[in-house]
């Protein structure tokens, strides 16, 4: 009769113990995949800044966020969905040379991580948010 109530309580841990690492796994692939659409975020605005192909409302910047799915899509059950926001200042500066502009660039993701583990899990009825920041400054030269 011990060893029985011995091996539930090992057995028990151990599902634990598994069920523990699927979710910090889970989570990580989350934050890579946030990361990853962060980086492609900023690098399409680098590219318009780049180009010169800014309209006034893209200088305004976005602060409502752009939704985007991190796992799954719109017609599965299973996804994770995240905003995307970017800002964009032009910077003035007396020591800057009048033939480039200078723009800071800021772009973030936010996403609520809804997987039951210790560092994301929902307490008191409250959903921890996550948030990811790249920042950069461009120089675009007037030719």
């Given at each position: 009769?011990?060893?029985?109530?011995?091996?539930?309580?090992?057995?028990?841990?151990?599902?634990?113990g598994?069920?523990?690492?699927?979710s910090?796994?889970?989570a990580l692939?989350i934050?890579?995949?946030?990361?990853e659409?962060l980086s492609?975020y900023?690098?399409?605005?680098k590219?318009?800044?780049a180009?010169?192909?800014?309209?006034?409302?893209?200088?305004?910047?976005?602060y409502?966020g752009?939704e985007i799915?991190?796992?799954?899509?719109d017609q599965?059950d299973?996804?994770?969905?995240a905003?995307?926001?970017?800002?964009?200042e032009?910077?003035?500066?007396?020591?800057?040379?009048?033939?480039y502009?200078s723009y800071h660039?800021?772009?973030?993701?936010?996403w609520?991580?809804?997987?039951?583990?210790?560092?994301?899990a929902?307490?008191?009825?409250?959903?921890?948010?996550?948030e990811?920041?790249?920042?950069t400054?461009?120089?675009?030269?007037?030719v």
């Amino acid at each position: 009769m011990l060893a029985v109530v011995i091996i539930t309580i090992t057995s028990m841990g151990l599902m634990y113990g598994v069920v523990h690492a699927r979710s910090e796994l889970r989570a990580l692939e989350i934050k890579e995949r946030a990361t990853e659409e962060l980086s492609n975020y900023m690098e399409h605005w680098k590219g318009r800044i780049a180009s010169g192909n800014l309209s006034t409302t893209d200088k305004l910047g976005n602060y409502t966020g752009k939704e985007i799915y991190l796992i799954g899509d719109d017609q599965t059950d299973i996804k994770v969905t995240a905003k995307l926001f970017y800002s964009m200042e032009k910077q003035g500066s007396r020591y800057n040379d009048p033939d480039y502009e200078s723009y800071h660039l800021k772009v973030w993701v936010r996403w609520n991580n809804f997987f039951n583990t210790p560092e994301s899990a929902v307490h008191h009825d409250i959903q921890k948010e996550h948030e990811r920041i790249l920042e950069t400054v461009m120089l675009v030269y007037n030719v």
